[in-house]
């Protein structure tokens, strides 16, 4: 069995910077939800796209938020995980949305129109790696050219 | 891009019982979390290992819970996820302990005494691929026996 070991700040923004698929969880009025995603770290914020009716688009203005990315090597079971956590914001204003889609508009995976932008700027960021020396930064299949 | 296909509930359960691991959402006063879980599937339960002091252990008896597992091909742009929601329970009758010790005790990947088992039993399960034909059970990096 392997030891948890705590990841820096700097080591957990990294990841959350090089990663491109995450998980949302947000509390509704009927429990919790998780939401898989794409997304872009801009500044400080974890940017997400969304429909104003789905549950993260009618649940997430203002709320707090907690985001998740993680890693595993089945074969030699070790992992790492980042969450970050802060209250959401819709981004609005024309000129952040413009330097938001220099990050993004690469290519979102799934195919609809998600006209909401749902920025999670971190107050909160904690990470854990399981298993001795290793670097969780070699370990990711993809990671964004910034 | 890729259109998103909603999986049926057998495709969905037979994801959720071969996963190893996945992420649970959780409802607290201060917002939600997201905590990565080994986790094993037993009868019509997901069922995670704890600590009685860890934000799952002191905030899980009995709250509604999401679960959620899922898996990306980065290369090709596609994936699926599975997310189970029910309300939690805490297995302490020793018989049923013991089934749930049969199914888990082989590994869990991290170290420390896990000795709060949470069972969710599913009222809701639903998933998702992104992309046209191909069977996300193919692509499991690796799976129980059962």
């Given at each position: 069995m392997q030891e948890s070991v705590e990841l820096s700040e700097s080591e957990?923004?990294?990841l959350l910077r090089a990663g491109v698929v995450g998980r949302v969880a947000i509390s509704t009025p009927d429990g919790p939800h998780i939401v898989p995603v794409n997304?872009?770290?801009?500044?400080?914020?974890?940017?997400?796209?969304?429909?104003?009716?789905?549950?993260?688009?009618?649940?997430?203005?203002?709320?707090?938020?907690?985001?998740?990315?993680?890693?595993?090597d089945h074969e030699r079971q070790r992992g790492w995980s980042v969450v970050a956590r802060g209250?959401?914001?819709?981004?609005?204003?024309?000129?952040?949305?413009?330097?938001?889609?220099?990050?993004?508009?690469?290519?979102?995976?799934?195919a609809g129109t998600r006209s909401l932008y749902v920025a999670i700027p971190w107050t909160q960021v904690s990470g854990r790696r399981l298993g001795g020396t290793w670097d969780p930064m070699s370990t990711l299949p993809s990671r964004r050219v910034l």
């Open positions: 957990c923004e990294a997304y872009a770290v801009v500044d400080s914020r974890v940017i997400v796209r969304t429909t104003p009716y789905s549950v993260l688009g009618s649940n997430a203005r203002g709320a707090v938020l907690a985001f998740e990315v993680d890693g595993f209250r959401s914001e819709v981004v609005h204003d024309a000129e952040e949305l413009e330097q938001v889609r220099k990050v993004w508009e690469p290519r979102p995976w799934a």
